[in-house]
């Protein structure tokens, strides 16, 4: 009787972790949209991690349910696309996720244009590519 007792804790429990897990995983999305502001870049990468938050307005995306024309996307490295590469009024196709993909602490510049949309997860960059 025992036994029997043991196993269904630990199946209940096993399942209960697998799909806790499932939640905890990050979403994936497809955007494409043009700068909407000037651009300020942080420092560049080196001892610190650093990002900024670029707005871009949404000409198409798989995001469902997210009213605003215009979102923020959180750029990772931004120096690392060279110079000139993020233009205002240009437009992006950019795979995007809701972590950031790496286990640190990023120093995020422009986060007050984050806090402006009621998101309920930052978005991060996860490849950019400037449409011609």
């Not at 995983?25 to 949209?33: A, F, H, N, V």
């Not at 110079?83 to 205002?88: A, I, S, V, W, Y």
């Amino acid at each position: 009787m025992k036994n029997i007792y043991l196993i269904t804790c630990m199946a209940v429990l096993g399942l209960t972790l697998s799909f806790s897990q499932k939640k905890n995983e990050s979403r994936k999305y497809l955007l494409t949209g043009k700068i909407v502001n000037d651009i300020s870049l942080p420092p560049g990468c080196g001892y610190l991690a650093q990002a900024t938050v670029i707005e871009f307005e949404i000409i198409n995306s798989n995001l469902k349910n997210y009213p605003d024309k215009n979102i923020p996307i959180i750029i990772q490295c931004p120096e690392f696309y060279g110079d000139g590469f993020f233009e205002k009024n240009k437009t992006y196709t950019l795979h995007v996720m809701d972590k950031s993909g790496t286990d640190f602490g990023w120093t995020i510049t422009n986060l007050s244009v984050q806090k402006k949309y009621n998101l309920e997860k930052k978005l991060w960059a996860i490849s950019i590519k400037k449409e011609e």
